[in-house]
């Protein structure tokens, strides 16, 4: 049963190919803001996936996240999602990254629970057009 306040924790460690520089959004070999927003919808993806009934899945839609300082290459990265708000099928989380500098990254991210099968049904007619 999804509740808000479901809360859940990951860490992660910056390999050199989550850098700015190798993921061409920026020059540095520093936490690239694409990777650090894909931990964030991977942390409130696997906060609520055991909640949810079989086949259902969850999909992101709205990510607004500041992303505040750099993490170097073997630096560590506590990702934390908050369930703020359940309205329907629509999930609001607050996330957060940091690392032993204190925070690095912190905003929103949305989710909506779809049905898998149905979804991928959906994307695999445009293959059609």
Known sequence: ML??????????TVLPQYTAA??????LEVLATPIMIAWMEECCMECV??????GF???GTLVN???????????????????????????????EASDKG??????????FIVNGRKFQEKCDKKKEI
Request: aromatic fraction near 4%; glycine fraction near 12%.
């Open 3 to 12: 509740e808000i306040g479901m809360n859940h924790k990951t860490l992660r």
């Open 22 to 27: 190798s993921m061409k959004s920026g020059l």
């Open 49 to 54: 996936q055991s909640q949810l009934d079989e």
């Open 57 to 59: 899945g969850t999909v």
């Open 65 to 95: 996240v500041t992303h505040e300082a750099p993490t170097p290459v073997n630096g560590e990265v506590t990702i934390s999602c908050f369930l703020r708000q359940v309205d329907g099928r629509r999930l609001v989380f607050a996330v």
């Open 102 to 111: 204190g925070i690095i990254g912190r905003g929103s991210h949305e989710r």
